[in-house]
């Protein structure tokens, strides 16, 4: 009876964080949908608290070395540089290249469109300095 119980409670339990683990992943879809939503609408500051909520959740769903959070991270970027806070979007372009480096390897032609990204955010800031080390970056991929 003992043994009965054992296999009923794990059963249970692996039943609860299964249906948690759903929730959390339906929880990051329906935000990402509304964040596009928002975005579409013109409403980029809902967007943009929206699109906080879906970096959170993929945080705590995926965890920081997921190509979800990492996509969280660059769509966070475009609504940033889409309202001219092209220094938080740099950022998020850095983190979410330091978590597609660790996923496909360094020099991976995979990480060139982040990277192309970020050279736009400070070619919008007139970053000089870090424009020219975005361009050795790519330069070093493999092709």
Do not use: W
Request: charged share 25%; net charge positive; glycine share 6%.
């Amino acid at each position: 009876m003992k043994s009965l119980t054992k296999i009923l409670l794990a059963t249970l339990v692996l039943a609860f964080f299964s249906t948690t683990a759903f929730g959390q992943h339906e929880l990051y879809n329906s935000l990402n949908k509304r964040m596009g939503i928002l975005y579409k609408g013109g409403k980029i500051m809902e967007a943009i608290a929206t699109a906080q909520e879906v970096v959170k959740v993929a945080e705590e769903t995926f965890g920081k070395n997921h190509a979800f959070y990492s996509a969280s991270l660059e769509n966070l970027a475009l609504l940033y540089v889409a309202d001219g806070k092209n220094d938080k979007a740099a950022d998020l372009y850095e983190q979410s290249f330091g978590v597609r480096e660790g996923l496909v390897g360094k020099n991976n032609p995979k990480l060139k469109d982040v990277l192309e990204k970020l050279q736009k955010c400070y070619e919008a800031m007139k970053a000089t300095d870090k424009i020219e080390n975005t361009k050795a970056r790519m330069a070093s991929l493999q092709s």
